[in-house]
């Protein structure tokens, strides 16, 4: 069986059709006021391509990076103030920068966006409960079995000797606060 060749010879098929120079004016135009999407759509490229061309004529030297100007002391101050209440994704949202910027400004302030405790999006238990098992681990030296059953007795809760182990070793809210303030 005699397969005949797709495409005709000496013609790039449709997807790899080749830039031109008005489009590359335009790209250039277009870089530092608009997005890699907004670009694509404009272009009638994708957005992977209009990025490699962007690469491309970032090597030559024909544009620069983009830059924007540095965050304000107001768009700071409420990183550092909401940063274990929200995701780096809001908080990005709400200051207009990327997620990549915001995580970079904290980190470079000493700051972390690490959940601990009942900020943990996934938290089942709160803060109080796990000082309650370290308590009684530490002050009255009682085994997880026996914490186990105090907090069922007491608190009409039903945890087991494994999650009371994992509620002594996990870190609160306030250990993650702490964890920032003490030197390294």
């Given at each position: 069986?005699?397969?005949?060749?797709?495409?005709?010879?000496g013609?790039?098929?449709k997807?790899?059709?080749?830039?031109?120079?008005?489009?590359?004016?335009?790209?250039?135009?277009?870089?530092?006021?608009?997005s890699?999407?907004?670009?694509?759509?404009?272009?009638?490229?994708?957005?992977?391509?209009?990025?490699?061309?962007?690469?491309?004529?970032?090597?030559?030297?024909?544009?620069?990076?983009?830059?924007?100007?540095?965050?304000?002391?107001?768009?700071?101050?409420?990183l550092?103030?909401?940063?274990?209440?929200?995701?780096?994704?809001e908080?990005?949202?709400?200051?207009?920068?990327?997620e990549c910027?915001?995580?970079?400004?904290?980190?470079?302030?000493?700051y972390?966006?690490?959940?601990?405790?009942?900020?943990?999006?996934c938290?089942?238990?709160?803060?109080?409960l796990?000082?309650?098992?370290?308590?009684?681990?530490?002050?009255?030296?009682m085994?997880?079995?026996?914490?186990?059953?105090?907090?069922?007795?007491?608190?009409?809760?039903?945890?087991?000797?494994?999650?009371a182990f994992?509620?002594?070793?996990?870190?609160?809210?306030?250990?993650?606060l702490?964890?920032?303030?003490?030197?390294?």
């Open positions: 069986m005699f397969l005949k060749p797709m495409g005709g010879p013609k790039a098929p997807h790899v059709s080749a830039w031109t120079q008005q489009e590359d004016e335009l790209l250039i135009s277009l870089y530092q006021d608009h890699t999407w907004q670009m694509a759509e404009r272009l009638q490229r994708t957005r992977s391509a209009v990025m490699h061309r962007i690469l491309f004529l970032r090597n030559r030297g024909l544009i620069g990076r983009k830059r924007k100007a540095p965050l304000s002391a107001e768009a700071i101050a409420f550092t103030k909401n940063r274990h209440a929200k995701t780096a994704r908080l990005a949202r709400k200051v207009g920068r990327s910027t915001v995580r970079y400004t904290l980190h470079k302030r000493g972390s966006l690490k959940k601990c405790g009942e900020s943990h999006h938290a089942r238990y709160s803060d109080r796990t000082e309650l098992v370290t308590e009684l681990r530490d002050r009255c030296n085994t997880f079995c026996m914490i186990a059953k105090h907090i069922n007795i007491t608190m009409q809760m039903h945890i087991s000797d494994d999650t994992h509620l002594y070793n996990r870190r609160t809210a306030a250990d993650a702490l964890y920032e303030l003490l030197p390294n």
